[in-house]
């Protein structure tokens, strides 16, 4: 069953405004890793998060890691339409299983 | 530089054959996995090598094998295809395991359709 659990399923925003996805662990994580896919594209890695209440950004994107190392989340500021895309992110445990969530796609109305 | 390459890009099968996706790390990189995608969902984890050797196994039946070259290139098979096993098939690539934190790249995938 699934491990990590991703909301919302779905987010439609308009241009310029903000948009937060959460992953959820019932386990504590050693770490965690977001991904994006574009429509049609592949997983291209964004980030990996190892440290408990961990903060990292990319531009616009912001990264936090929780304190109890069971969530985390990824909050775009201002979005553009190049943002588009699902976002995941994925757990890796010892044996080098990688766990997936569902994703949360996102789309973003010019 | 060449990213993690994958072949072939498409293709359909009938159920019962067998199929073998290839793959090609990014020069270097010594750890392969392989991951099921359906529509809608995450990539599911299937396999993952790492120097020649498995290091990590999905909850998938023994119809789905695996095996890394001295090259670190990869196959995944399949046999008894069933129409469930219709998905993108990714492959991902790192200089060492996954946990280790290096970056994961994955290729464009193999599309998989049983009919």
């Known amino acids: 069953g699934q491990q990590v659990m991703q909301i919302p399923q779905y987010q439609h925003v308009q241009e310029g405004e903000d948009f937060t996805t959460y992953c959820n662990s019932s386990?504590?994580?050693?770490?965690i890793q977001w991904y994006k896919q574009r429509p049609g594209g592949h997983p291209v890695f964004l980030i990996q998060?190892?440290?408990?209440?961990e903060v990292k950004k990319q531009k616009r994107l912001t990264f936090q890691f929780g304190e109890a190392k069971k969530n985390s989340s990824l909050h775009i500021t201002a979005t553009q339409t190049t943002d588009v895309g699902t976002y995941f992110c994925?757990?890796?445990?010892?044996?080098?299983?990688?766990?997936f969530g569902d994703g949360t796609t996102l789309t973003v109305k010019p | 530089d060449a990213g993690v390459t994958q072949s072939p890009t498409h293709l359909i099968k009938t159920r019962g054959q067998h199929v073998t996706l290839r793959c090609s790390p990014i020069?270097?990189?010594?750890?392969v996995s392989w991951y099921q995608q359906v529509l809608g969902q995450g990539p599911q984890f299937i396999f993952q090598?790492?120097?020649?050797?498995?290091?990590g196994r999905g909850n998938f039946p023994d119809r789905f094998s695996a095996r890394q070259f001295p090259n670190y290139s990869s196959e995944l098979n399949v046999n008894a295809l069933l129409l469930g096993d219709s998905a993108l098939y990714l492959c991902?690539?790192?200089?060492?395991?996954?946990?280790?934190?290096?970056?994961?790249?994955f290729g464009e995938g193999s599309w998989l359709t049983v009919v």
């Open positions: 020069s270097g990189h010594k750890s």
């Open positions: 386990t504590t994580l050693s770490n």
């Open positions: 090598y790492y120097e020649k050797e498995e290091r």
């Open positions: 994925a757990k890796n445990t010892n044996a080098g299983k990688s766990t």
């Open positions: 998060l190892v440290k408990s209440g």
């Open positions: 991902a690539s790192s200089w060492a395991t996954p946990l280790s934190g290096n970056t994961i790249y």
